[in-house]
């Protein structure tokens, strides 16, 4: 972990590099020190109806949500969050100084009494990434 999982207005698809955002989480997600690299999946969905503020079809959203393993004390948590979020804040400053646009971040602990995972990934990755 974590996952950081994107949901977006879908106007964004011609006016914004998706792809290139979530490189950028990731990223800053390994550069926080905080996640293994093996860990870390970053996925992205368009929100094909959306209705926001005033329903001006121009304005566009993404929401990140950030969900992580129990165990971190909550300035580490803060510490990722405000990491990740510059990261978007970035990516997407030219969109906002242009744009009609909302950029939201929440991040959350998996419940881990549920939670169930399998992977076979970090047998292919440098134990560096571990």
Known sequence: MPHITLEYSANLEDQMDIAALCTALRD??????????????VRAFAATHAVIADGDARHGFIDISVRIGAGRDAPTQARAADEIF????????????????????????????????????????PPETH
């Open 28 to 41: 800053a997600a390994v550069a926080s020190g905080i996640f293994p690299p093996a860990g870390i999946r």
């Open 86 to 125: 510059a990261a978007a804040q970035a990516v997407t400053a030219d969109h906002m100084a242009a744009e009609p646009f909302m950029l939201s971040l929440e991040l959350r602990e998996a419940a881990t009494e549920t939670a169930r995972k399998d992977s076979s990934i970090r047998r292919f990755l």
